[in-house]
């Protein structure tokens, strides 16, 4: 199945702000600390003081959750909307925020992250452009980091028709798959739940209504069997 339109022309030209303005009411509270990004990030042990980047993180309320608990880490957001960049900036000043997409050529403006964070946003990727999302999310995290994708959950490769816009998809998939079949991530955690409050997908298909956290660590090498 293929989008009609350019899904990564329609969220740079209006889709990521007006997406922002649908969700502005909590955008600038940090989100607490039973959320589901942070609980996962609670299983690994993290140094007390590292970088880490939120890639589609809006106007930086999780990155804000995360800095309340490890106040001495140093924390980036790379979003497309200039609208939810302008509330973050004026919300969380100790936030840098860079104004991007995760399928932009040049690659992600931050990278040896300790952490990065992706979520809800590789289903909104348009899919000729997924491997370049991928590629710029690997080489912006160092190596020995950790990775959260928290995303759909479906057993099976699916699309479904975006409610906002007519001819956009989003694209469900295990996106942590495709990292650790690179050989060079390792799952460390994973949880997956049911969202009772999703609108978007098919009430009659429980599947279509999954949700997936999960960390990977990175090892480059450490994973290799290597003869001498």
């Known amino acids: 199945m293929m989008?009609?339109?350019n899904q990564d022309t329609v969220f740079l030209n209006q889709e990521a702000d007006a997406w922002f303005e649908r969700n502005a009411d909590s955008a600038t509270t940090p989100v607490s600390s039973a959320h589901r990004v942070l609980q996962a990030l609670r299983q690994v042990t993290l140094p007390r003081q590292g970088m880490l980047l939120d890639v589609g993180g809006a106007s930086g309320k999780v990155a804000a959750g995360f800095q309340r608990e490890y106040p001495e880490w140093k924390c980036c957001v790379v979003e497309l909307?200039?609208?939810?960049i302008t509330a973050g900036r004026a919300a969380f000043p100790q936030i840098e925020f860079y104004q991007g997409s995760i399928t932009q050529s040049e690659g992600l403006p931050v990278v040896n992250a300790d952490v990065v964070i992706v979520s809800a946003v590789f289903h909104f990727v348009e899919r000729q452009l997924l491997s370049r999302a991928i590629?710029?999310?690997?080489?912006?995290?160092?190596?020995?980091?950790?990775?959260?994708?928290?995303d759909f959950d479906s057993p099976f490769l699916r699309a479904n028709a975006y409610k906002h816009y007519a001819g956009l998809y989003t694209y469900k998939q295990d996106y942590a798959e495709i990292f650790r079949q690179l050989g060079i991530y390792q799952v460390v955690y994973r949880l997956s739940e049911t969202l009772v409050d999703h609108s978007t997908g098919d009430?009659?298909?429980p599947y279509d209504r999954q949700w997936v956290t999960t960390v990977l660590k990175k090892d480059i090498y450490?994973?290799?069997f290597r003869k001498e």
Not at 135 to 150: E, M, P, R, Y
């Open 135 to 150: 590629c710029n999310v690997d080489f912006a995290l160092k190596n020995g980091g950790f990775l959260v994708i928290s």
């Open 3 to 5: 989008s009609s339109v």
């Open 222 to 224: 450490g994973r290799y």
């Open 81 to 84: 909307s200039g609208k939810a």
């Open 203 to 205: 009430a009659d298909d």
